[in-house]
């Protein structure tokens, strides 16, 4: 997760320098709409790589879907360290596979 962090930190200096030409400091301008709009993108371009079997190409679709949910996070004050912390509690979980019910059909 050092990665994750380091580009967090990145994009929170960048969200606070507002630099001209900064494509982090654009989507910060353009809010959270653009933001969200560009996290679609890149999850549908993440399964289309995943579902062609390039693991080269989903790996970077990854990366940009990653980029992408880490500003979305900075955007909202979500850190990493929120999301450690309920990946943590959730790896505490065994059995917790949900029961699905049967619908009856005739009723």
């Known amino acids: 997760m ?3 962090k380091n580009e967090y930190q990145v994009i929170l200096d960048r969200k606070a320098e507002k ?3 900064s494509y982090t400091a ?3 301008e353009q809010g959270i709409d653009k933001i969200l709009k560009k996290v679609g993108e890149e ?3 993440t399964i289309i790589a995943s579902k062609n079997e390039n693991k080269e190409e989903t790996v970077f679709e990854i990366t940009d879907l ?3 949910i880490l500003v979305m996070m ?3 004050g979500i ?3 929120d999301i450690d912390e309920e990946l943590a509690r959730r790896a505490e979980k ?3 596979l949900k029961k699905f019910h049967k619908v009856d059909k005739n009723s």
């Open 19 to 21: 630099a001209e030409g």
């Open 74 to 76: 900075a955007y909202q």
């Open 26 to 28: 654009y989507l910060f």
């Open 79 to 81: 850190t990493p360290d």
């Open 66 to 68: 990653l980029y992408h």
């Open 43 to 45: 999850c549908s371009e």
């Open 2 to 4: 050092d990665a994750i």
């Open 94 to 96: 065994r059995n917790n």
